[in-house]
């Protein structure tokens, strides 16, 4: 599923922030495709809620600077807003970033904020579904297919436009491990091109 159409020409160069929380593979990930692809948009921040994320030192290595935050201060909109607008954010990217994004965000963000979910939402998604939790829940449940959900973030937890999906399917000898490292391949495979393709508002 893909609701918009392969762009050539971008009226509004990306100029993206990525929260997450984690190890940091699909903020690698977007990084490096966006450094290969300079006219389409950079990363110009990463945006980390957890002292000592592996994600960190992915961003130090790879020259992008990290703005470490607390839940104060992603409640606090001047500060959010104050920090964004330095860097001339005009797209957020949540790349496992595992705190909601309030109201305020989701609002001046609005349709310029992507996230990705490793099930093919509605199924699978809402408040404490993530990561690996979710494999353990498909594989349990018997499901014979999942995937990966691309789609605009809203108030509502996973809500949102779904924009783009791609569905695997499950093996019978499927694990949660192994069946998180075939979503992984899907991400990486899938989730630059669909920032960097997704048409600014």
């Known amino acids: 599923m893909q609701v918009f159409d392969n762009y050539s020409n971008f009226a509004t160069m990306k ?6 929380s984690g190890s940091g593979s699909n903020a690698e990930n977007i990084i490096r495709h966006f450094a290969s692809r300079p006219q389409s948009g950079s990363v110009e921040v990463i945006v980390c ?8 030192d992915r961003a130090s290595r790879l020259n992008v600077p990290v703005e470490m935050i607390t839940a104060d201060d992603m409640n606090t909109p001047r500060r959010m807003i104050e920090m964004l607008d330095r860097y001339g954010i005009n797209m957020i990217v949540l790349a496992g970033f595992l705190m909601m994004i309030p109201p305020y965000l989701t609002k001046k963000y609005e349709g310029r904020m992507l996230n990705i979910h490793p099930s093919l939402l509605p199924a699978y998604g809402g408040k404490g579904m993530y990561g690996r939790r979710i494999h353990e829940a498909v594989i349990a449940a018997g499901e014979t297919r999942s995937g990966i959900t691309i789609h605009t973030v809203s108030e509502i937890c996973d809500g949102g436009e ?17 069946l998180e490292a075939r979503i992984h391949d899907l991400e990486r495979l899938h989730f630059p091109r669909i920032i960097e393709q997704y048409p600014l508002p």
């Open 162 to 178: 779904i924009i783009f999906q791609a569905p695997l399917d499950i093996a019978p000898n499927d694990t949660p491990s192994t």
């Open 15 to 20: 100029r993206i922030a990525i929260f997450a």
């Open 49 to 56: 809620n957890r002292p000592g994320a592996a994600v960190i």
